[in-house]
């Protein structure tokens, strides 16, 4: 599985890559929208890891860009903001799942593991 993880604090991003990249899972990463579309353009991605709120990319039209061009292709958005109506427009415009922060690795996993055996 090819899983894209995009976040603008590199911290996280390095902790998740190592968290979630063993056996068959390969890991990328991406600290702003551009570089994850390339990726995207460039490579197979199974499923896509992306924060809310990245400073160059304003989220809900980053999501309407994954879904158009990738539809088949999961995306689970993570933040740190208030939930309600970020989980509303964001389901609304593709986002497959939502995931809180602070991330309870737990309920990530259970998410990978879906998208995993799809």
């Known amino acids: 599985m090819n899983i894209l993880v995009i976040d603008d604090d590199t911290e996280f991003l390095f902790l998740i890559k190592n968290l979630i990249h063993k056996g068959d899972t390969n890991v990328q990463t991406a600290t702003n929208g551009m570089t994850a579309l390339e990726i995207l353009n460039n490579n197979r991605v199974d499923l896509v890891i992306t924060d809310a709120i990245m400073p160059d990319t304003p989220i809900m039209s980053f999501i309407c860009t994954i ?19 970020l989980i509303s427009n964001s389901m609304i415009l593709g986002a497959d799942e939502f995931i809180p922060k602070p991330i309870n690795i737990k309920t990530l996993f259970s998410a990978i593991d879906r998208y995993k055996a799809a």
């Open 67 to 85: 879904k158009k061009s990738y539809p088949k292709t999961p995306l689970i958005l993570i933040s740190g903001l208030p939930t309600n109506p």
